[in-house]
């Protein structure tokens, strides 16, 4: 039993709830990243139940989408997520190009491959920041990921016009082809980064006091991570060696060849560690694509209206698993979209975690963040 | 396409089914009777092994007068996608909740009950998600919601 007293700490409000327990509000304005609410109950230091209180950015994009035409509605369905866009509009195109029935050109293919990996670099690199300023443990390794997204950054400008959100991707392929220098450019920041990697393993994975803070907290086991749907890096960590990029190809994936990361301890290590090797997959996918991409156009005309119909399109995210049921009408709108993110099915896997094995107050901020979610992407 | 495990579904399916079909390699299509949803989900888990939840949700036909749910799972041992669909009456949705057989749907069923109006019998925690608590201005993602006061307001960009 703790002292019913209310008062104010940094994370919010703490207030006193019936029988000695505790409750918690983590948020809504920015608990790290994002508006969102966590309601933790706890006693002392136990924490009996995790709510996550999402919505605080519900913009009803689905609804949006409704009144759009599948051009137009580009722009909202990439703010969904801003650090990875382009493996949200993705997603998106991709349902598209799947009720219109048209291939994009095998050149669009490679690049969206190419841009895509680099964004899920950028993506994991802020996840990591973040996993490591949420475990307190060094808030350089959040200046150090920031500073390194900026190549990354600065390339996707060159390519696309723009730091976030490009619009890159259309129905049909992509809207230019790969401007000059790009490529060798691309070469010698991968190269750095490679060694930028290997400092971070050394810093943080291998590091004795980051395996002390994470390793055995917040375990997911095989069995669970299915039945509640887990997705991306955290599924795959939970060993289900699940990844759409090789299970159910799109753009250039199924003519690479890469690994599929997995880790069998299911816990925050895990899931950190796997984000660190996904890295490195994204920057062997990028070097296979540049030697691999054919010549040619980059963008098919798209037919002004879809047959009536509905499809299924399944997409790997930065943050995992991301698909788009679609339904038409055959007429230039959608009649209904329906997506499905990645962090919205990793937010119950959050909650059900409090349930099945005994976690500590401190060590929430963590075990949050170790799962990478994402507020904008849930809401929508 | 499946035509092995369509067969399958058919026969464990029985007289619930209402449509099925497999227009691309993996997916699976399956549209049965509202009261036989728990039933068939039930056994499509434990003989095809349908086990991981990765979407679910409704769209709304006025002039058919329903709501076409769907639940869309995929399958960790043969790597393919079931869409498992039906009908409720528009006018009083309701239909048994799949959260007994898929935990993982649970925040997938409470959006479309928000935003559908969709009642998920069993359900654990129907209790708003994505809009405020105190929302008293219908199911945005019905047809008929009546988008005249938000285009008042915010121009008509939507």
Same mark, same amino acid.
């Given at each position: 039993?703790?002292?019913?007293?209310?008062?104010?700490?940094?994370?919010?409000?703490?207030?006193?709830?019936?029988?000695?327990?505790?409750?918690?509000?983590?948020?809504? +304005?920015?608990?790290?990243?994002?508006?969102?609410?966590?309601?933790?109950?706890?006693?002392?230091?136990?924490?009996?139940?995790?709510?996550? *209180?999402?919505?605080?950015?519900?913009?009803?994009?689905?609804?949006?989408?409704?009144?759009?035409?599948?051009?137009?509605?580009?722009?909202?369905?990439?703010?969904?997520?801003?650090?990875?866009?382009?493996?949200?509009?993705?997603?998106?195109?991709?349902?598209?190009?799947?009720?219109?029935?048209?291939?994009?050109?095998?050149?669009?293919?490679?690049?969206?491959?190419?841009?895509?990996?680099?964004?899920?670099?950028?993506?994991?690199?802020?996840?990591?920041?973040?996993?490591?300023?949420?475990?307190? $443990?060094?808030?350089?390794?959040?200046?150090?990921?920031?500073?390194?997204?900026?190549?990354?950054?600065?390339?996707?400008?060159?390519?696309?016009?723009?730091?976030?959100?490009?619009?890159?991707?259309?129905?049909?392929?992509?809207?230019?082809?790969?401007? &000059?220098?790009?490529?060798?450019? #691309?070469?010698?920041?991968?190269?750095?980064?490679?060694?930028?990697?290997?400092?971070?393993?050394?810093?943080?994975?291998?590091?004795?006091?980051?395996?002390?803070?994470?390793?055995?907290?917040?375990?997911?086991?095989? +069995?669970?991570?299915?039945?509640?749907?887990?997705?991306?890096?955290?599924?795959?960590?939970?060993?289900?060696?699940?990844?759409?990029?090789?299970?159910?190809?799109?753009?250039?994936?199924?003519?690479?060849?890469?690994?599929?990361?997995?880790?069998?301890?299911?816990?925050?290590?895990?899931?950190?560690?796997?984000?660190?090797?996904?890295?490195?997959?994204?920057?062997?996918?990028?070097?296979?694509?540049?030697?691999?991409?054919?010549?040619?156009?980059?963008?098919? &005309?798209?037919?002004?209206?879809?047959?009536?119909?509905?499809?299924?399109?399944?997409?790997?995210?930065? @943050?995992?698993?991301?698909? %788009?049921?679609?339904?038409?009408?055959?007429?230039?709108?959608?009649?209904?979209?329906?997506?499905?993110?990645?962090?919205?099915?990793?937010?119950?896997? /959050?909650?059900?975690?409090?349930?099945?094995?005994? /976690?500590?107050?401190?060590? %929430?901020?963590?075990?949050?963040?170790?799962?990478?979610? $994402?507020?904008?992407?849930?809401?929508? | 396409?499946?035509? *092995?495990?369509?067969? &399958?579904?058919?026969?464990?399916?029985?007289?619930?089914?209402?449509?099925?079909?497999?227009?691309? *390699?993996?997916?699976?299509?399956?549209?049965?009777?509202?009261?036989?949803?728990?039933?068939?989900? @039930?056994?499509?888990?434990?003989?095809?092994?349908?086990?991981?939840?990765?979407?679910?949700?409704?769209?709304?036909?006025?002039?058919?007068?329903?709501?076409?749910?769907?639940?869309?799972?995929?399958?960790?041992?043969?790597?393919?996608?079931?869409?498992?669909?039906?009908?409720?009456?528009?006018?009083?949705?309701?239909?048994?909740?799949?959260?007994?057989?898929?935990?993982?749907?649970?925040?997938?069923?409470?959006?479309? $009950?928000?935003?559908?109006?969709?009642?998920?019998?069993?359900?654990?925690?129907?209790?708003?998600?994505? #809009?405020?608590?105190?929302?008293?201005?219908?199911?945005?993602? &019905?047809?008929?919601?009546?988008?005249?006061?938000?285009?008042?307001?915010?121009?008509?960009?939507?």
């Amino acid at each position: 039993m703790t002292t019913p007293i209310k008062r104010y700490s940094p994370f919010g409000e703490i207030e006193e709830v019936g029988e000695g327990l505790f409750r918690l509000n983590v948020g809504p +304005q920015h608990p790290i990243s994002g508006q969102g609410r966590f309601i933790v109950l706890t006693d002392g230091e136990r924490v009996f139940d995790i709510e996550v *209180d999402i919505g605080y950015s519900h913009r009803g994009i689905e609804k949006i989408l409704e009144y759009k035409t599948f051009v137009q509605g580009i722009v909202p369905v990439e703010r969904m997520v801003m650090l990875d866009t382009s493996n949200i509009l993705m997603g998106y195109v991709g349902a598209i190009e799947k009720v219109m029935d048209i291939e994009p050109p095998p050149r669009a293919n490679y690049i969206r491959t190419i841009i895509m990996e680099m964004n899920r670099i950028v993506s994991h690199l802020y996840a990591l920041g973040l996993l490591s300023e949420s475990a307190a $443990w060094n808030p350089a390794v959040f200046l150090w990921t920031t500073a390194d997204r900026e190549p990354f950054l600065d390339l996707l400008e060159m390519l696309t016009g723009a730091r976030w959100s490009y619009s890159f991707f259309v129905p049909g392929g992509v809207r230019a082809d790969i401007p &000059r220098g790009f490529i060798e450019r #691309l070469k010698a920041t991968l190269d750095w980064f490679e060694k930028r990697i290997e400092v971070y393993e050394e810093a943080w994975i291998y590091n004795e006091l980051f395996r002390m803070r994470t390793e055995g907290m917040g375990v997911v086991s095989r +069995q669970n991570a299915i039945e509640w749907g887990l997705a991306g890096p955290n599924l795959r960590a939970s060993g289900v060696p699940y990844d759409t990029r090789k299970n159910e190809p799109y753009a250039a994936y199924g003519e690479l060849d890469f690994k599929i990361v997995t880790h069998t301890a299911g816990d925050s290590y895990a899931r950190g560690w796997a984000r660190v090797e996904e890295m490195k997959v994204s920057i062997d996918i990028i070097r296979q694509a540049i030697d691999n991409m054919p010549d040619g156009p980059v963008r098919v &005309r798209m037919p002004p209206r879809p047959k009536p119909g509905e499809a299924l399109f399944r997409v790997e995210t930065g @943050r995992g698993e991301m698909n %788009v049921y679609i339904v038409s009408d055959g007429k230039e709108k959608p009649y209904r979209i329906k997506i499905s993110p990645a962090s919205f099915r990793n937010f119950y896997t /959050i909650e059900m975690l409090p349930k099945t094995q005994e /976690i500590l107050l401190a060590d %929430v901020p963590v075990l949050i963040y170790s799962f990478d979610p $994402w507020f904008l992407d849930a809401d929508r | 396409m499946n035509e *092995d495990i369509l067969d &399958r579904i058919r026969s464990l399916a029985g007289e619930a089914l209402v449509e099925i079909k497999s227009p691309e *390699d993996k997916r699976i299509y399956v549209k049965v009777k509202p009261d036989a949803v728990v039933d068939v989900a @039930r056994r499509l888990k434990d003989e095809l092994g349908f086990d991981m939840p990765i979407s679910a949700g409704g769209t709304d036909y006025p002039k058919k007068k329903v709501i076409e749910l769907f639940w869309a799972i995929w399958s960790s041992t043969i790597n393919k996608v079931l869409i498992l669909k039906c009908e409720v009456d528009r006018d009083s949705p309701s239909i048994e909740s799949l959260t007994s057989v898929w935990p993982g749907v649970q925040k997938f069923e409470r959006e479309t $009950w928000e935003l559908l109006g969709v009642d998920f019998k069993g359900h654990p925690r129907l209790k708003p998600l994505l #809009l405020p608590e105190d929302w008293t201005e219908g199911y945005p993602l &019905r047809k008929d919601f009546d988008l005249k006061p938000y285009r008042a307001k915010w121009g008509d960009r939507i």
